[in-house]
């Protein structure tokens, strides 16, 4: 969902047979929505010249409000609004550019049951038929939250006509590293725990997207067993696809003659669940 207010001013010069152009766009009163991720981006401006050449992002900026407070009470975000900002420059005969992105406390989620405020740098290089995207990205705060049974879905053998994705005619490469910051909290199948750790994700067109690296439990707590175990080692490694990361998970009843706990390794398509005693 995207509206704008937008201004065009233009000249033509040169010959009939070898026109040239040159002009700007401005834009004010930009609106960008993204209604099932929450994502509002508002009072945005954008300041676009051209010539016969090449397209000069000059000026690209927006605010991004907070639309709701988080849904846990113990965090505590920064307070305002965030906003994004941009410039960069692309060639109109190969498309080459390159495009650089500042993000402080970006709405990213604003859901009941996923909610995240981003801050950090995104780098684009760009052609016509390719995008390069590098970022580093921070957590300022964040919530991941559900149910202990996932809403019913489709098979993925079910096709839905009129739902097939068309072909993807840019190419699109990605290096993220995101880092999960401070003040961050997962409440889902049992788990009640601060998260911390730093992720890089790689994707590479028709390719599987592969990460590296480590999310860490603080603090955390894992009702199972119809006990609420304390997480002494919670980690979850990531080294290839993110669908599977290799699991080290303590959680223990403590402060008892007899602490039981359970121990889960392994990985979490092949995971090993250890009821363990002392």
Same mark, same amino acid.
């Given at each position: 969902?995207?509206?704008?207010?937008?201004?065009?001013?233009?000249?033509?010069?040169?010959?009939?047979?070898?026109?040239?152009?040159?002009?700007?766009? !401005?834009?004010?009163?930009?609106?960008?929505?993204?209604?099932?991720?929450?994502?509002?981006?508002?009072?945005?401006?954008?300041?676009?010249?051209?010539?016969?050449?090449?397209?000069?992002?000059?000026?690209?900026?927006?605010?991004?409000?907070?639309?709701?407070?988080?849904?846990?009470?113990?965090? @505590?975000?920064?307070?305002?609004?965030?906003?994004?900002?941009?410039?960069?420059?692309?060639?109109?005969?190969?498309?080459?550019?390159?495009?650089?992105?500042?993000?402080?406390?970006?709405?990213?989620?604003?859901?009941?049951?996923?909610?995240?405020?981003?801050?950090? !740098?995104?780098?684009? @290089?760009?052609?016509?038929?390719?995008?390069?995207?590098?970022? !580093?990205?921070?957590?300022?705060?964040?919530?991941?939250?559900?149910?202990?049974?996932?809403?019913?879905? /489709?098979?993925?053998?079910?096709?839905?006509?009129?739902?097939? !994705?068309?072909?993807?005619?840019?190419?699109?490469?990605?290096?993220?590293?995101?880092?999960?910051?401070?003040?961050?909290?997962?409440?889902?199948?049992?788990?009640?725990?601060?998260?911390?750790?730093?992720?890089?994700?790689? /994707?590479?067109?028709?390719?599987?997207?592969?990460?590296?690296?480590?999310?860490?439990?603080? @603090?955390?707590?894992?009702?199972?067993?119809?006990?609420?175990? @304390?997480?002494?080692?919670?980690?979850?490694?990531?080294?290839?696809?993110?669908?599977?990361?290799?699991?080290?998970?303590?959680?223990?009843?403590?402060?008892?003659?007899?602490?039981?706990?359970?121990?889960?390794?392994?990985?979490?398509?092949?995971?090993?669940?250890?009821?363990?005693?002392?």
């Amino acid at each position: 969902n995207i509206s704008l207010s937008p201004l065009y001013s233009g000249a033509i010069t040169g010959t009939p047979a070898r026109p040239v152009s040159a002009g700007f766009i !401005k834009g004010e009163r930009l609106v960008v929505g993204l209604i099932e991720q929450g994502l509002r981006l508002d009072e945005g401006q954008l300041d676009l010249a051209f010539d016969a050449e090449r397209v000069r992002l000059e000026t690209l900026s927006f605010r991004s409000p907070q639309r709701m407070p988080p849904p846990d009470n113990r965090l @505590e975000p920064p307070l305002g609004s965030g906003s994004l900002t941009g410039t960069g420059e692309f060639s109109l005969r190969s498309g080459k550019g390159h495009f650089d992105l500042d993000l402080a406390r970006i709405a990213t989620l604003q859901q009941p049951g996923q909610w995240l405020l981003v801050s950090g !740098k995104t780098s684009v @290089e760009s052609a016509w038929d390719s995008l390069d995207i590098r970022a !580093k990205l921070r957590s300022d705060a964040g919530f991941v939250g559900m149910s202990r049974s996932s809403a019913p879905s /489709l098979s993925e053998d079910v096709k839905v006509r009129g739902r097939e !994705k068309p072909p993807q005619r840019v190419r699109i490469n990605a290096d993220v590293n995101f880092d999960f910051g401070e003040n961050f909290i997962l409440k889902a199948y049992g788990v009640d725990a601060w998260l911390e750790g730093l992720l890089r994700i790689r /994707l590479a067109q028709g390719a599987t997207p592969q990460t590296s690296g480590s999310i860490r439990t603080r @603090e955390g707590f894992f009702n199972a067993y119809g006990q609420k175990l @304390e997480i002494e080692r919670g980690a979850v490694n990531f080294h290839g696809p993110v669908s599977n990361p290799g699991l080290n998970i303590l959680a223990r009843r403590r402060g008892l003659e007899v602490e039981a706990g359970v121990e889960v390794t392994g990985t979490a398509q092949r995971p090993r669940v250890r009821l363990i005693s002392e």
